[in-house]
């Protein structure tokens, strides 16, 4: 069974930096593309940024560019997004996902239950 | 960027009716190099992450009931539920990754008449 589960969310201050973990079990990790999105309170998805299977392809949606980073560590089955300079649009729910192929440009088919990201001060 | 929109907004439909959602990006997300459009349908329920339910416009995830089903190409996609159960109350997604950034629809909420 996929198991996707997020870690690191909580209140961080404008201007602050903040690094998600997402722990990936149950499929071979290191053969999928893997991706992040949010959900602000209410609102619908955004796709934020993916990374393909060996990590050597990275893509990033404007609203992020240039402030977040998204990396993986195959060797422990763990994706991360590392974000600084957040704003108080940044504040949502932060989920990790899989990927249904090794490329970025494919469709997503698993999501985790998401961690949630408060900018406030 | 391709802006994906949806129609309608909001959706009531009986039990046991067949509900409606179309999704229009603003650009072609058929790859003509190998025939298949980068377009992807979710169900999300209130507390719960999203859930794919249909992959290159017309591709059924495992699992997910045969009632639901999609279709279109380039520009113009549908996702169909037929025979409308209580469990389908959801928020519905299109969502095309055939370029980046992969972006979404704005969301149909689906409710029972």
């Known amino acids: 069974e996929v198991q996707l589960l997020e870690s690191g969310g909580g209140l961080v201050q404008p201007g602050g930096s903040r690094r998600l973990s997402c722990a990936a079990s149950g499929f071979a990790f290191s053969t999928y593309a893997m991706s992040w999105g949010r959900q602000a309170p209410g609102k619908g998805l955004e796709w934020i940024s993916d990374i393909s299977d060996g990590g050597d392809s990275t893509n990033y949606a404007g609203s992020v560019k240039g402030r977040f980073t998204i990396s993986r560590d195959n060797s422990k089955n763990t994706l991360y997004l590392q974000m600084n300079s957040l704003r108080a649009e940044d504040t949502a729910l932060y989920y990790c996902a899989k990927k249904g192929c090794s490329s970025t440009r494919c469709y997503t088919n698993y999501w985790g239950q998401g961690t949630l990201v408060t900018v406030s001060s | 960027d391709i802006a994906m929109t949806q129609s309608p907004d909001s959706l009531a439909v009986s039990l046991g009716e067949r509900a409606t959602i179309n999704c229009k990006p603003s650009?072609?997300?058929?790859?003509?190099?190998?025939?298949?459009?980068?377009l992807g349908w979710y169900q999300q329920k209130p507390g719960q992450p999203p859930k794919l339910l249909i992959y290159w416009a017309s591709t059924r995830e495992y699992g997910v009931p045969d009632r639901f089903s999609g279709s279109g190409s380039g520009t113009d996609f549908t996702l169909t539920i037929d025979s409308l159960q209580a469990e389908d109350v959801a928020v519905y997604y299109c969502h095309q990754y055939y370029s980046t950034p992969h972006t979404f629809g704005q969301g149909t909420k689906l409710e029972i008449k």
């Open positions: 650009q072609s997300v058929l790859d003509s190099s190998n025939n298949k459009n980068y």
